[in-house]
Nanobody, 132 residues
Framework: QVQLVESGGGSVQAGGSLRVSCTIS????????MGWFRQAPGEEREAVAT????????YYADSVKDRFTIAHDNAKNTLDLQMDALKPEDTAIYYC?????????????????????????WGQGTQVTVSS
């Protein structure tokens, strides 16, 4: 059973930086799509960034491209999201998630499946608040 435990987050002023981390355990091979999602009050949960464990390929939503960086450390079994140049509209609960995928095509490539319903494993969520 894959388990995810998040840490980090908090409050920061616009333009600042935060890092959220996720410790992942229980996966048995390298065919996992790992990602960060966020959900603001009254909004749908949306994919922010994903990384395919086997290849290291990444995907970023347009709204965070060039500001956020996703990274997976195989040795430490951690998934990090470094968030720079934060904006008030980045305020949300951030969740790490994982799902098995046969290839990066379905994680970061043209056929990526990024609906939250397509991810089987979730962390508990951590609040990120950006004030103007």
């Amino acid at each position: 059973q894959v388990q995810l435990v998040e840490s980090g987050g908090g409050s920061v002023q616009a333009g600042g930086s935060l890092r959220v981390s996720c410790t992942i355990s229980g996966y048995t091979d390298s065919k996992y799509c790992m990602g960060w999602f966020r959900q603001a009050p009254g909004e749908e949960r949306e994919a922010v960034a994903t990384i395919y464990q086997g290849s290291g390929s990444t995907y970023y939503a347009d709204s965070v491209k060039d500001r956020f960086t996703i990274a997976h450390d195989n040795a430490k079994n951690t998934l990090d999201l470094q968030m720079d140049a934060l904006k008030p509209e980045d305020t949300a609960i951030y969740y790490c998630a994982a799902a098995r995928r046969s290839s990066s095509t379905f994680c970061t490539g043209p056929y990526r499946q990024l609906l939250s319903s397509a991810f089987a494993y979730w962390g508990q969520g951590t609040q990120v608040t950006v004030s103007s």
